[in-house]
């Protein structure tokens, strides 16, 4: 059964930067893509970056272009989420999730989840 098991959120101040980390377990991910999400207070779930195991692909919604970097480390089976120059409407609760196949944005077609990680940018 496929884990994942998000780190790294926590409160920081506008202009800021966190790393957040997604470990990985229960299978080999050769094939697989894994993808970051967020869910604001009222608001929709939405995606944020996704990048494929083997190849290194990756998406970016274009709210966060040019401040987050997605990148995994094969050999520890972690997905990680650099996110610089933070903004408040950032804050969310941000959730690790794998598929496999290609990146895609589409919430559904990611069929693992973590239980996600608060991140909350003050201004």
């Known amino acids: 059964q496929v884990q994942l098991v998000e780190s790294g959120g926590g409160l920081v101040q506008a202009g800021g930067s966190l790393r957040l980390s997604c470990a990985a377990s229960?299978?080999?991910?050769?094939?697989?893509?894994m993808g970051w999400f967020r869910q604001a207070p009222g608001k929709e779930r939405e995606f944020v970056a996704a990048i494929t195991w083997s190849g290194g692909s990756t998406r970016y919604a274009d709210s966060v272009k040019g401040r987050f970097t997605i990148a995994r480390d094969i050999a520890k089976n972690t997905v990680y989420l650099q996110m610089n120059s933070l903004k408040p409407e950032d804050t969310a609760v941000y959730y690790c999730a794998a598929k496999y196949g290609m990146v895609v944005t589409t919430e559904w077609e990611y069929a693992y989840w973590g239980q996600g990680t608060q991140v909350t940018v003050s201004s």
């Open positions: 229960g299978r080999t991910f050769g094939s697989w893509a």
